[in-house]
């Protein structure tokens, strides 16, 4: 018996997010239903924001905070892309159980994965 997915790979259709998942996930829908448990599960928004950290173009926190921050709720590292001194992205890794896992592999350096885009201190527009 074929998933989904191994159908569209014969059939020559393209399959990008979710494919890795397979066979723990075995079709977009869930996929997608996955991902929305996953962001509601893990909002960093609301994370940041009930650590004190409010979005703002002029406020300035501390890089080494806002991982901290994340660290202790999600439980692994996140990978945050800043540009011109504010994040611009945050990054959750997770197993293909979608348990967290530290975005920062072979590492014991926290900020090796944020700090070639990020400044020590950032804003949170």
């Not at 890795?20 to 962001?39: A, G, I, K």
């Not at 692994?76 to 997770?94: D, I, N, W």
Request: hydrophobic share 35%.
């Amino acid at each position: 018996m074929h998933t989904d997915i191994e159908l569209r790979k014969e059939q020559g259709i393209e399959v990008y997010h979710g494919t890795c998942s397979s066979p723990v996930v075995q079709d977009e829908y869930s996929y997608f239903l996955m991902t929305l448990n996953v962001y509601f599960k893990h909002n960093v928004r609301k994370i940041l924001s009930e650590a004190g950290y409010v979005a703002s173009y002029y406020e300035k926190y501390s890089l080494r905070g806002i991982i901290s921050t994340i660290q202790n709720v999600v439980g692994a590292t996140p990978q945050l892309v800043c540009s011109h001194g504010a994040m611009e992205q945050h990054r959750l890794c997770f197993y293909i159980d979608f348990k967290p896992r530290d975005c920062v592999i072979n590492s014991s350096n926290e900020l090796l994965a944020s700090k070639s885009s990020c400044l020590r201190y950032i804003s949170l527009p």
